[in-house]
Each structure stands twice: as C-alpha cells, then as structure tokens.
Nanobody, 120 residues
Framework: VQLVESGGGSVQAGGSLRLSCAAS????????MGWYRQAPGKERELVAR???????IYADSVKGRFSISRDNAENKLYLQMGSLKPEDTAIYYC???????????????WGQGTQVTVSS
C-alpha cells in the first residue's frame, strides 16, 4: 500500500487545517487507517485511527478538536484539525494497518509525512 499525505502548512493558534491521505496499491488488505505525529525530540504518537467499520479512537490531547474520517470509495483518509495549538506542531504521518491473529493492529505502510506548524 502506498500512502501520500497532503494539506499540511503553517497556521496561527486557533486556526484549522485539513490533512488528506491518498492510498493506492493493495487496498483490500487495509483494516485500519490512522494519523500519527512526531514533534522534534519526541517519539511518534498516535493522533487518531479509524477502522474499516468506522470506529474511531483519538488521543486525549486532540479529542474534541480533531476529527478523522475515511472515504472508502475514493481510498482517502482525512484529518480535520481545529482549535490548533502550538503543541500540535509536528510532522503528521498517514498509516495503514491490518488486524493480526492476536487482534492487534500492525501498521504496515506509512506515508512520507506532512509538516504542520502552529504559531502562537
């Protein structure tokens, strides 16, 4: 599966951005899609994920501000980000994963990342 993100950029605190991720290749193997982010000097962290059934999970830090959605017909994933804060500044990565035999998520494919910068 190949993933290509778009939509990053610079915005002032309180603003909004919408990230997109286009998937191609072995789409049938995708059970879950998600957004991760990595800030300078920090580990990569899960922002939000969505299953093929539409179930969503959000990091506590973005609940109520971010919304993840997917368009299965277009093979696209979105992240609508609102009320952005400087601490949301990071490289955001799109990921695609499968459910393993032990019912865990194995993230198999990653996009190249898109920079989001929020200024105060």
């Amino acid at each position: 599966v190949q993933l290509v993100e778009s939509g990053g950029g610079s915005v002032q605190a309180g603003g909004s951005l919408r990230l997109s991720c286009a998937a191609s290749g072995s789409i049938f193997s995708i059970d879950h899609m998600g957004w991760y982010r990595q800030a300078p000097g920090k580990e990569r962290e899960l922002v939000a994920r969505i299953s093929s059934d539409g179930d969503t999970i959000y990091a506590d830090s973005v609940k109520g501000r971010f919304s993840i959605s997917r368009d299965n017909a277009e093979n696209k994933l979105y992240l609508q980000m609102g009320s952005l804060k400087p601490e949301d500044t990071a490289i955001y990565y799109c990921a695609a994963g499968e459910t393993t035999a032990t019912m865990k998520i194995a993230w198999r494919s990653w996009g190249q990342g898109t920079q989001v910068t929020v200024s105060s």
